[in-house]
């Protein structure tokens, strides 16, 4: 008789902790800055081995607040599978620490396509991370988890498709 009520006494209390459990390892939403990216390519469709012009745009609204801590831009170039094919991890131009809200940032930048396996769509990802240690900021826009923002789609053509000139 004592072993059926033991049983049935733990089996409610190991209830209402798996309740209360949730509760303890959540975290708070972060707050959402109103800082939105922007992402712009010379050409959406480019060879394997080519050179692309890629022009950043950091649109601060009017309620964005200034960003204490030095950031770098990442920028992900993701397969169909989500994978990282390549990056354009970099400072931006002005640093993070001088915008201002209400003002909108753009700068434009080379990149060269490395010659990779892959051809096909690649999702665009970028971000604002702290230099050394903490989160990933909160921005506006299309977030695809972890503080990365979806901002474009590309295609990546094979390298035979690249036009040389001599």
């Not at 009520?5 to 972060?30: H, I």
Request: hydrophobic residues 40%; contains cysteine.
């Amino acid at each position: 008789m004592r072993l059926g009520r033991s049983w049935r006494t733990a089996a409610v209390v190991s209830l209402a902790a798996l309740a209360l459990l949730p509760g303890c390892n959540r975290r708070k939403p972060a707050e959402v800055n109103d800082i939105a990216p922007k992402f712009e390519v010379n050409r959406a469709r480019a060879p394997l081995g080519s050179a692309i012009e890629v022009t950043y745009t950091w649109q601060n609204g009017p309620s964005a607040k200034k960003l204490a801590q030095d950031h770098r831009a990442f920028v992900h170039f993701l397969d169909s599978h989500k994978v990282l094919l390549f990056d354009d991890d970099h400072v931006p131009v002005p640093p993070v620490t001088a915008w201002e809200p209400g003002k909108s940032y753009t700068y434009t930048r080379t990149k060269f396509i490395p010659i990779y396996p892959y051809v096909g769509d690649v999702d665009v990802r970028v971000g604002l991370q702290p230099v050394g240690r903490g989160e990933r900021a909160a921005l506006k826009g299309e977030d695809a988890g972890l503080h990365e923002y979806s901002v474009a789609k590309m295609e990546l053509l094979p390298q035979t498709e690249n036009i040389f000139l001599v």
